[in-house]
């Protein structure tokens, strides 16, 4: 009995979710082994929304979000190009561009990234503004135990990081939802007002895993003189 209370005990704590808000990832270095596994128990997704916001000044190519299942590495991937100045989301076996952002260095940027299966539809939202709505996959739903990461890009399940696609910078208010979220409540996320937060993944409830050098730190807050 005592030994079935302990495991009782040890899987409550190691399935503890922390409430992030005010909170950060610092990633301070340039590394193939550091990073942050989030932890969801859904495994079927018709549709998904991600949102975060980033600060970096990587001049050079890196993973803003993965999302792995056994079947694909790149379920659910957004990467920034360096080389084409565009953001990339891979979602199922395809991918689409989206160029012409201002991601600028030394900046917090919000980025949101929907998508359907039914349609088929992709879109992104960047700092607040709409893209253009591209067809990218449909018919078949995102499926599996997912291997969801940030600081790194997965080219196996949970692993295969390359250095030179690491991310190095902070990165807050990490969401997800299994539906595409409204046009206004992505605005309210952007302007950091009441939003539904994620029913997969929630920043003020998050079950995460640090491997490697990743700090979590207080926000910075700019203090006006």
């Known amino acids: 009995m005592a030994f079935l209370l302990l495991m009782v005990m040890l899987t409550a704590c190691a399935a503890s979710p922390r409430d992030l808000s005010g909170k950060m990832f610092t990633f301070p270095q340039q590394t193939n082994t550091a990073h942050v596994r989030l ?48 953001i990339h989301p891979h979602i199922r076996q395809g991918k689409t561009e989206y160029g012409g952002w201002d ?17 088929g539809l992709v879109q992104l939202w960047f700092d607040g503004q709409p893209s253009t709505r591209r067809f990218i996959s449909s018919g078949s739903n995102i499926t599996g135990s997912p291997v969801i990461v940030l600081g790194q890009e997965q080219d196996s399940l949970g692993g295969g990081f390359d250095i030179k696609q690491s991310f190095v910078g902070m990165m807050t208010d990490v969401h997800m939802w299994n539906y595409v979220l409204s046009s206004c409540e992505i605005h309210n996320y952007v302007d950091e007002l009441n939003f539904t937060p994620g029913n997969v993944l929630n920043w003020r409830a998050l079950d995460f895993k640090i491997t490697g050098k990743v700090l979590v730190e207080d926000q910075l807050i700019v203090c006006h003189s």
């Open 39 to 86: 932890t969801t128990s859904r495994q079927d997704f018709s549709a998904v929304t991600v949102c975060h916001r980033s600060f970096t000044d990587l001049k050079r190519d890196h993973a803003l979000f993965s999302l792995a299942t056994p079947s694909n590495q790149n379920e659910f991937l957004i990467f920034w190009s360096e080389t084409n100045k565009e």
């Open 103 to 119: 991601y600028k260095p030394n900046t917090w940027h919000s980025i949101c990234t929907t998508w359907d299966s039914a349609s």
